[in-house]
Nanobody, 123 residues
Framework: QVEMVESGGGLVQAGGSLRLSCTAS????????MAWFRQAPMKEREGVSC????????YYADSVKGRFTISRDNAKNTLYLQMNSLKPDDTAMYYC????????????????WGQGTQVTVSS
């Protein structure tokens, strides 16, 4: 059974750092596209960062560029998001997503989703 599990969220003060992890399992094929999306209460879900399997195609939202870094370890089937210089506006539920073929960093392109991990940044 396909499963993706996120971890690493928590409560931090502004300026702090967190590293999120997402481990995928049960896929009968190699996963090309993986991504981090986030959603704050009463707000739309937005793409934070996306990457294809080779790492040649990477997207960052302008709001996180220079602060967040996406990476993946294909041998371990794990996706990471290093988050530095966190701001209160980064507070959201962060979701890991995957797609067999990478077509861009839009939510509708991703068929597989984790349950999310909460990130809360205090002032």
């Amino acid at each position: 059974q396909v499963e993706m599990v996120e971890s690493g969220g928590g409560l931090v003060q502004a300026g702090g750092s967190l590293r999120l992890s997402c481990t995928a399992s049960g896929f009968p094929f190699d996963v090309d596209g993986m991504a981090w999306f986030r959603q704050a209460p009463m707000k739309e879900r937005e793409g934070v960062s996306c990457v294809n399997r080779s790492g040649e195609r990477i997207y960052y939202a302008d709001s996180v560029k220079g602060r967040f870094t996406i990476s993946r370890d294909n041998a371990k089937n794990t996706l990471y998001l290093q988050m530095n210089s966190l701001k209160p506006d980064d507070t959201a539920m962060y979701y890991c997503a995957a797609t067999r073929y990478y077509s861009g960093c839009s939510m509708g392109h991703f068929a597989y989703w984790g349950q999310g991990t909460q990130v809360t940044v205090s002032s």
